[in-house]
C-alpha cells in the first residue's frame, strides 16, 4: 500500500478528473482504511524467567498492508508513516510463589534495539493474577522494510505460559498508520 500524494493547486488551476482521482479520491480512500494489523495470540508460549523473548504464535485479526513475517516473531512495515502501536500480554497462574515474585516487562524492538521506553510493573499481590499483566503503548516513525519485534519478560524465577483462555489477559498486539 503505497501512501496517495496530494495535489497542491496553483492559482489559476482548473480542477479535472486526474487531479480529482489522484489528490482528493485516492487520499480519501486510503484514510478510510490505513495500513493497520491485529493479532493476539491463540497458543500458549513458554516465557523463560529472566529473558527477553519474542511473542511468538500469533493469530492475525487484520493485516491490510502483509505485515506479517515469516517465521511468525515480528512484523514488517510496508509504508512509511508514523505508527501507534499497543502490545500487552498476560501469564498463567501457577497457584504458586511464583505468581506473586518478580516483575513483568514489554517492549517493542526494532534493529535488535529497544524503542522508547519499556514498560515494567511489579506482579499484584494475590495469587493467581494473570489477566492484563502488562501493557504498553508506543508511537514512532516508521520507514518501510523495518522489522519490529514484540518481547516479553518475566522474572518470577521459573517458567511462566501465555495466558490465551480468552481476550482479557491473552497476548495482543496492534499497529495503525497514522501520519506520513
Not at 511468538?56 to 506479517?68: A, G, H, I, L, M
Not at 502501536?85 to 510463589?97: A, E, K, Q, R
Not at 499484584?124 to 522489522?147: H, K, R, S
Request: proline share 3%; net charge negative.
Amino acid at each position: 500500500m503505497i501512501t496517495p500524494q496530494t495535489h497542491s493547486f496553483s492559482s489559476g488551476e482548473s480542477l479535472h478528473e486526474d487531479m480529482f482521482n489522484t489528490g482528493i479520491r485516492d487520499v480519501y480512500e486510503f484514510l478510510q482504511e490505513p495500513p493497520q494489523f491485529m493479532m493476539h495470540q491463540t497458543t500458549a508460549q513458554a516465557a523463560t524467567t529472566a529473558v527477553w523473548y519474542d511473542v511468538t504464535n500469533w493469530t492475525v485479526d487484520k493485516d491490510n498492508d502483509n505485515f506479517r513475517v515469516a517465521g511468525g516473531a515480528g512484523i514488517t512495515i510496508n509504508t512509511s508513516g508514523f505508527y501507534q502501536f499497543i502490545f500487552g500480554i498476560g501469564y498463567v497462574p501457577l497457584g504458586t510463589s511464583a505468581d506473586i515474585t518478580g516483575s513483568r516487562a514489554v517492549g517493542q524492538f526494532m534493529h535488535n534495539t529497544m524503542q522508547g521506553n519499556h514498560y515494567v510493573r511489579p506482579v499484584a499481590t494475590v495469587l493467581g493474577m494473570y489477566f492484563a499483566d502488562i501493557g504498553a503503548m508506543y508511537g514512532c516513525y516508521m520507514t518501510a522494510g523495518d522489522t519490529v519485534f514484540f518481547r516479553a519478560r518475566q522474572n518470577s524465577g521459573v517458567t511462566l505460559n501465555t495466558y490465551v483462555a480468552d481476550d482479557i489477559g491473552r497476548a495482543r498486539w496492534s499497529g495503525r498508520w497514522i501520519s506520513q
